[in-house]
């Protein structure tokens, strides 16, 4: 039984979120061993290929078939205009999309920008983008280096990603109004090609990314005290109580996000909880 051939999940051959999309995989029990600059890998029992590719066409090659699933930026499957499903979001490579000019340049909006020219790595998101603020402008497209675009003389601003700033500090840009915000996500096409192994796949990811945004957190309360920490802690689900051997206490455990975690701990022991315990969690089923 079985479908004729494997699933195939294609992820970045390099940059950024190669590395990212192995480690995700691996997380989630998927492994493989990619050969020196191969183009496949068999994942070790599961009847799914590895397929290693430009990070920029693998919402193509999804929406044509190439593949049936792929680990990209919502950023480039924004661009590509195609219509494969996003599956889930992974929790990792999060920049946004902004239009950026010169720090010390006058344009206010969007619509400033109307009959000026703009580098961009992003015409089709950029044209929508320009188009909705009533906006008109001469796009360079380019497939990187787009910061220096201003200086080279070729364009009056730019569209391209951000995530700490520090690449528009180093070339005296600001940014002048946001796209969009963006994350590495897990597509995949309407084709359906062996829809149980892509579920398997989706669940087995879930469990990893889940995971990754909560520790687990474990302290001791009186009994008196329990609403008032429940309501700190509400947890993914509910909160599970054990009782401890003096009946007045007892033991909670629950999930909190990890960006919350120093706050709730704070807040659990000023309302008189004892005992709090983070541990990492590194793959969960809920
Ligand atoms: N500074 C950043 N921070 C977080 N995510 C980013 C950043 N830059 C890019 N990304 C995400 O990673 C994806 C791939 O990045 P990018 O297009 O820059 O290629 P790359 O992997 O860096 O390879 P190259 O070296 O060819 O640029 C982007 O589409 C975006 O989703
Ligand atoms: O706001 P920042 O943290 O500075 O990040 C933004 C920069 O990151 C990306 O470039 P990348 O590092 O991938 O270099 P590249 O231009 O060589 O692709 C992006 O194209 C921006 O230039
Ligand atoms: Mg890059």
């Given at each position: 039984?079985?479908?004729?051939?494997?699933?195939?999940?294609?992820?970045?051959?390099?940059?950024?979120?190669?590395?990212?999309?192995?480690?995700?995989?691996?997380?989630?029990?998927?492994?493989?061993?990619?050969?020196?600059?191969?183009?496949?890998?068999?994942?070790?029992?599961?009847?799914?290929?590895?397929?290693?590719?430009?990070?920029?066409?693998?919402?193509?090659?999804?929406?044509?078939?190439?593949?049936?699933?792929?680990?990209?930026?919502?950023?480039?499957?924004?661009?590509?205009?195609?219509?494969?499903?996003?599956?889930?979001?992974?929790?990792?490579?999060?920049?946004?999309?902004?239009i950026c000019v010169?720090?010390?340049s006058d344009y206010r909006s969007a619509a400033d920008l109307d009959k000026k020219r703009i580098a961009t790595?992003?015409?089709?998101?950029t044209?929508?983008y320009l188009?909705?603020h009533s906006a008109t402008a001469h796009l360079?497209?380019?497939?990187?280096?787009?910061?220096?675009?201003?200086?080279?003389?070729?364009a009056d601003a730019i569209v391209?990603?951000?995530?700490?700033?520090?690449?528009?500090?180093?070339?005296?840009?600001?940014?002048l109004e946001?796209?969009?915000?963006?994350?590495?996500?897990?597509?995949?096409?309407?084709?359906?090609?062996?829809?149980?192994?892509?579920?398997?796949?989706?669940?087995?990811?879930?469990?990893?990314?889940?995971?990754?945004?909560?520790?687990?957190?474990?302290?001791?309360?009186?009994?008196?005290?329990?609403?008032?920490?429940?309501?700190?802690?509400?947890?993914?689900?509910?909160?599970?109580?054990?009782?401890?051997?003096?009946?007045?206490?007892?033991?909670?455990?629950?999930?909190?996000?990890?960006?919350?975690?120093?706050?709730?701990?704070?807040?659990?022991?000023?309302?008189?909880?004892?005992?709090?315990?983070?541990?990492?969690?590194?793959?969960?089923?809920?």
């Amino acid at each position: 039984m079985g479908s004729q051939r494997n699933l195939r999940i294609g992820i970045p051959s390099k940059g950024r979120l190669s590395e990212v999309a192995s480690e995700l995989l691996e997380a989630a029990g998927l492994s493989f061993r990619r050969q020196s600059r191969g183009l496949f890998a068999r994942v070790s029992g599961l009847p799914i290929d590895i397929i290693f590719l430009r990070t920029d066409d693998i919402p193509t090659l999804c929406n044509e078939g190439a593949i049936d699933m792929g680990i990209t930026g919502s950023d480039l499957v924004e661009e590509a205009a195609c219509d494969v499903k996003t599956r889930m979001k992974l929790g990792v490579g999060r920049c946004r999309l902004a239009i950026c000019v010169p720090d010390d340049s006058d344009y206010r909006s969007a619509a400033d920008l109307d009959k000026k020219r703009i580098a961009t790595s992003f015409p089709t998101v950029t044209r929508t983008y320009l188009a909705a603020h009533s906006a008109t402008a001469h796009l360079v497209a380019l497939s990187g280096s787009v910061e220096v675009m201003i200086q080279l003389g070729v364009a009056d601003a730019i569209v391209d990603l951000v995530e700490t700033g520090s690449t528009l500090a180093a070339n005296r840009l600001r940014v002048l109004e946001d796209i969009g915000h963006y994350e590495t996500v897990l597509i995949q096409n309407g084709r359906g090609h062996d829809p149980e192994t892509a579920d398997r796949v989706v669940r087995r990811l879930e469990g990893v990314v889940i995971a990754r945004d909560y520790s687990s957190l474990e302290y001791n309360v009186p009994r008196s005290k329990l609403a008032q920490c429940e309501k700190i802690t509400p947890g993914y689900d509910s909160p599970t109580i054990n009782s401890l051997e003096d009946p007045k206490w007892c033991s909670v455990r629950v999930m909190v996000r990890r960006k919350d975690i120093i706050d709730t701990m704070e807040a659990l022991e000023a309302e008189g909880a004892s005992a709090i315990i983070e541990t990492p969690i590194l793959n969960c089923r809920l």
